[in-house]
């Protein structure tokens, strides 16, 4: 009954070409809602995601990653004294503002780093390496932050202001595809010299997060559950932990989750009901038709196929070229700044509903065949 | 002989009360093989209806339909398409074919409805077209064609899988009086020469002139 299916779709071209282009825009919607979404919650999470750390250290109350307050460094000590504790680092995250070459200022987020451990290092570089700013005003910037701060060019000097203090830094690497959830450029930098500029404004000792290494074998949970126990003027999470925190904040605590979640299942429904109508649209046009083949011998779910099979046909066809426009738009999208992640698993996770949707909106073609009476056939 | 469709005391009652409409009343009916049998009636005498329990998609309120000997009044909605898949061809009025389909495709239809293999259909569904007058115009579709030619692509529909009933619903209504002649003829040598059981409805004459025999409905009553 494919055959019969396709045979119908494709006699009607223009009704199909509507239908594509419906059902191709509504997964052009949802594909982008849903790839802005993961984009920018894996930029949310990148540092966390990539730092080779088994618990986080915070303090007290922190929303996100983004968020951090500085607590005392001597903290490290007690984490260290946990016999799971395989190495412990410190990582430093403070806001600045840079200066451009036309004057202007850009904020930044500074985070200071371990040079030694890599602790907290970028993770993608195109020029230079991350062990570069060891042991001076050295600063890596990521090749994102090009359209805000302009041509970065190694050997170069800016001047960053942090509680203005300001203080010049040379730009010694280039990283790669590291970007804010809050789309402020990063400034990556040498520990010691973020943790000296703080010390200077009047923030000495201070850390943003403490994270740990555990020995294998041990259960990261346990140990956070203990370093909770042991640090109850701190925040303890386990790596996956502290990244359900960061998404959950940003997605249901600012409202920004259900914003993405609304649009795509506004498209969703759109996209399936499209199909529906359409579908619906000509099943009643071929009553006729399918009362004929009532009439000379085919059973309901025969006739079901040929309606579900129609259904299936826009789903995929629809989502194969929506496939094929996002990403078409992918590098360009993210060029343009703009947080930008699809993977294979999501790709078929939105065709599953989106077939869903189709199939859901095609039932109710199914009612008007199965009440379909085929002595009609005989009335000319 | 056993008559290839007998339907015995069958009646067909519509609504309740009031609104009791009796369509088809204690009809009964043999329909031999190598006859064309036309049902005869004016408007509102049941004929449709009768044809439609003869074709097993409509339940008779009473009554039994045999068809080759087989009782299948009683059989269940999910086993009468079967019946009428293997037993029943039919010819409409208003033709019926698929507007997205060829000539040849629309007899395939069917075919592949019986599980007839695809190779098999096209060649299958070319020497009934060709049976028809139509070889040439497989390839086209039915806007294509003209109205004998749709009716005699309807015929050929009716005949593929060969079944040994073929009921039709006023054939000659939408043609032209030689395209109708012509349309009877096929009708006739299907039953003299191939064997088939025919039973048609219609009010035109050179049915009349043509057919083996002739039921005449009045108010659901077998007249004669």
């Known amino acids: ?380 | 002989m056993e008559p290839a469709l007998l339907v015995k005391n069958i009646s067909k009652i519509y609504g309740q009360g009031e609104n009791r409409v009796v369509a088809v009343d204690s009809v009964t009916l043999a329909l031999a093989r190598r006859e064309l049998l036309l049902i005869m009636g004016p408007s509102g005498s049941g004929k449709t209806s009768l044809l439609s329990m003869m074709g097993c998609i409509l339940r008779p309120t009473s009554g039994e339909i045999y068809i080759e000997g087989r009782r299948v009044s009683d059989l269940s909605e999910a086993d009468l398409p079967d019946v009428r898949r293997h037993f029943l061809g039919f010819v409409f009025q208003a033709f019926n074919l698929f507007p997205a389909l060829t000539a040849a495709e629309n007899i395939e239809l069917v075919l592949r409805l019986k599980r007839v293999d695809k190779a098999q259909s096209r060649v299958i569904a070319r020497d009934l077209l060709a049976r028809v007058g139509l070889a040439k115009r497989a390839h086209l579709y039915p806007a294509d064609l003209s109205g004998g030619e749709k009716q005699r692509t309807a015929l050929a529909r009716a005949l593929a899988g060969d079944p040994p009933i073929v009921l039709a619903d006023e054939p000659t209504a939408n043609l032209d009086s030689k395209t109708g002649k012509d349309i009877i003829g096929l009708l006739k040598a299907l039953a003299e020469e191939s064997g088939k059981a025919v039973a048609v409805v219609s009010h035109d004459p050179k049915v009349e002139a043509l057919a083996h025999r002739i039921a005449l409905l009045e108010d659901g009553k077998l007249m004669a």
């Open chain 1, 1 to 380: 009954m494919l055959w019969l299916a396709l045979k119908m779709l494709f006699h009607e071209k223009i009704r199909l070409a509507i239908t594509l282009i419906g059902i191709t825009v509504s997964a052009v919607l949802v594909l982008v809602q849903v790839a802005i979404y993961l984009g920018s919650m894996r930029n949310a999470t990148a540092l966390i995601l990539h730092t080779d750390a088994d618990i986080w250290v915070t303090s007290r109350n922190i929303q996100t990653f983004d968020f951090a307050l500085p607590f005392s460094e001597e903290v490290i000590d007690r984490v260290r004294a946990l016999p799971e504790v395989e190495r412990a680092g410190k990582i430093l995250l403070a806001y600045g503002n840079l200066k451009l070459p036309d004057g202007g200022l850009e904020q930044v987020q500074m985070i200071g780093y371990n040079p030694n451990t890599g602790l907290g290092a970028p993770w993608a570089m195109r020029v230079g390496n991350a062990a570069d700013v060891k042991g001076g005003d050295f600063m890596i910037l990521d090749e994102s932050a090009e359209p805000r701060l302009g041509p970065l060019t190694i050997g170069s000097n800016w001047e960053l202001d942090f509680a203005n203090r300001p203080q010049s830094f040379k730009l010694v690497g280039i990283s790669q595809g590291i970007r804010s959830f809050t789309t402020s450029p990063i400034v990556f930098m040498d520990y010691n010299a973020l943790s000296q500029w703080m010390a200077d404004v009047g923030w000495p000792g201070q850390t943003a997060f403490i994270v740990a290494k555990l020995r294998p074998g041990s259960n990261a949970s346990r140990v956070a559950a203990a370093l909770r126990r042991e640090l109850p003027d701190n925040d303890v999470f386990t790596r996956d932990g502290f990244i359900a925190k960061s998404v959950k904040y940003w997605t249901i605590e600012t409202g920004l989750g259900m914003a993405f979640f609304l649009t795509a299942l506004l498209a969703t429904v759109i996209g399936g009901s499209i199909v529906g109508q359409t579908i619906y649209a000509s099943t009643i046009e071929h009553l006729r038709e399918f009362g004929t083949l009532k009439a000379i011998g085919a059973r309901n779910g025969e006739i079901y196929q040929v309606i579900f099979s129609q259904a299936v046909i826009g789903a995929v066809a629809g989502y194969g070229l929506a496939t094929v426009v996002v990403l078409s738009a992918e590098g360009t999208v993210e060029r343009a700044g703009v947080p930008f992640h699809l993977s294979a698993a999501v790709f078929v996770a939105l065709f599953v509903v989106l077939l869903l949707a189709c199939l859901g909106s095609a039932y109710f073609s199914v009612g008007k065949i199965r009440t379909l009476d085929p002595v009609s056939v005989f009335k000319g």
